[in-house]
């Protein structure tokens, strides 16, 4: 009932202008109150009209009224507004099972504003005002509403626990320190407080340090994260243009090849027919003379004969002395623009292969495999390149497989065919983490990266695997191997198998290798700095020696 009358008295008191609680209320002579600025704007509204009127009852004034200030009207807004302070709190303001309840609410219980650690007690905004407002709570310390109050007091004795036992790393209260922790190492609760607070705070500095130093690593992966997008986005475009380039060129080419072999066609057509139409003519006359030589040849009078025979024409230059040369053909177009197509599928492949994309390792660079498992995550199936290998080498079907075979194999001639050592190297280049094994025979054989650029040419160094600064090389031979770079050569032990792995981490400028059996045992590990694309190779130096990428 208290709640209806504080509405109707709300509705009472507000101004039918602004439809609020009444502002400095006043009252015109018709008895109807407004807000003074309220009026004040209406009636200067109506100044250019010769009469005034209420808004509310719409009476009208001849002159403009004076306004009276209502005294009662503004205690009883100013009554409401304490009556709307008073009133009962929403709903959200009581606690629930997961709040802090006030220990002091009677009834349904406020949620907790404070907690107060001397009373052991919690309080909502109303009860905590004595906290503020008297003198015997200045000491007190307020804190967060916490559940864990009675956690502050000794379950032994009931007394507060302010004392900290560093002997036995525990909160006490004051008669267990003259009691179970007699001779203990003790102080006071704030000064163990105090100290750790000190180790928290160096704690929180080295975090907030690595904070920074994580935001600006982060800072630098977003930057290499545009650098990368920016860099792909340009060489796409780049590309693309080129591409564009290249197909407009073709077409040019293709049209001028068809122009140059139509005019070709258009010209020796038109030799043959000069020809034809020649012999034609002549066949021509030669009929008529043979005609002629008929008709004179079956004249039966012998006089007539005779006057005829000398009137006979002589005959033209026989055809004989035309000489019909062989004429062109277009064969050889065909054979060349075959080999374009091959040069630029070469060309294609080999710059599309060198395309390779830099692996970012940034912050946390992965582990390396421990277990083959492991490794074999990042296994590659590598494919032999047939324009590489050695005239003396023999390819499986599928290029995986190589045998020395003494003998020369029916490879077409290719600038990047190894002339003197006996080597192959994969067709893809290798980036990124990588891993391939090779099972080799009893003899020997050389288990090498190489960068593409090795020289092909002859058995020096500059060709052999590991003889330069291009390539690295696994020596297995027999019972032993042996590392070998730019000529340099470590000796390794470890168990022999015929099987051997190679862990390559180009960006990393890691390559492993490990003889492979039931377990995996590491020979060798170079850790380096790769400037180029690498290519798994072999070279083989005993006749009937194979090695086959598994």
Partial sequence: ?????????????????????????????????????????????????????????????????????????????????KTRLQAAPAAHCYAGPEDVACDVCSGRK?????????????YCEQHLQPHYESPTFKKHKLVEPSKKLQENICSRHGEVMKIFCRTDRQSICYLCSVEEHKGHDTVSAAAERSERQ????????????????????????????????????KAVEDSEKMFTELIRLMQKRSSEVKQQVRSQQETEVRG?????????????????????????????????????????????????????????????????????????????????????????????????????????????????????????????????KVTYTGQQQSYSDHPDRFTGCFQVLSRESLTGRCYWEVEWSEGGVYVAVSYKNISRAGGSGDCLFGSNNKSWALHCYKCDYTFVYNKVQTAISGPLSSRVGVYLDHSAGILSFYSVSETMTLLHRLQTTFTQPLYAGVCLYFSGDSVEFC
């Fill in 198 to 233: 000190k180790e928290l705070e160096v704690s929180q500095l080295n975090i907030q340090q690595r904070i920074q130093d994580r935001e600006k690593d982060m800072k630098l992966l977003q930057q290499e994260l545009e650098a990368i997008n920016h860099s792909a986005d």
């Fill in 1 to 81: 009932m208290a709640q209806k009358g504080v509405q109707l008295d709300q509705e009472t008191i507000c101004c039918s202008i602004c439809l609020d609680l009444l502002k400095d209320p006043v009252t015109i002579p018709c008895g109807h109150s407004y807000c003074m600025d309220c009026i004040k704007t209406h009636f200067d509204g109506e100044d250019q009209k010769p009469i005034y009127s209420c808004p509310q009852c719409r009476k009208d004034f001849a002159l403009r009224p004076v306004l009276l200030k209502s005294t009662m009207l503004a205690e009883l807004v100013e009554q409401l507004k």
């Fill in 272 to 400: 043959v027919k000069e020809v034809e139409e020649k012999l034609q003519q002549e066949i021509r006359e030669l009929k008529r003379k043979d005609a002629e030589l008929t008709k004179i040849s079956n004249t039966e009078d012998h006089n007539q004969f005779l006057h005829s025979y000398p009137s006979l024409s002589a005959l033209s230059p026989s055809t004989s002395s035309i000489q019909i040369r062989p004429r062109r053909r277009f064969d050889h177009v065909t054979a060349n623009m075959s080999r374009v197509r091959d040069i630029l599928q070469d060309v294609l492949r080999d710059t599309w292969t060198d395309v390779s994309l830099t692996e970012v390792d940034v912050l946390l660079p992965a582990a390396e495999p421990k277990t083959r498992a492991e490794f074999l995550q990042y296994s590659r199936e590598i494919a032999l390149d047939p324009n590489t290998a050695h005239r003396q080498l023999l390819l499986s079907e599928v290029n995986r």
């Fill in 110 to 122: 406020l949620k907790a504003f404070k907690s107060c650690l001397q009373c052991l007690a919690s």
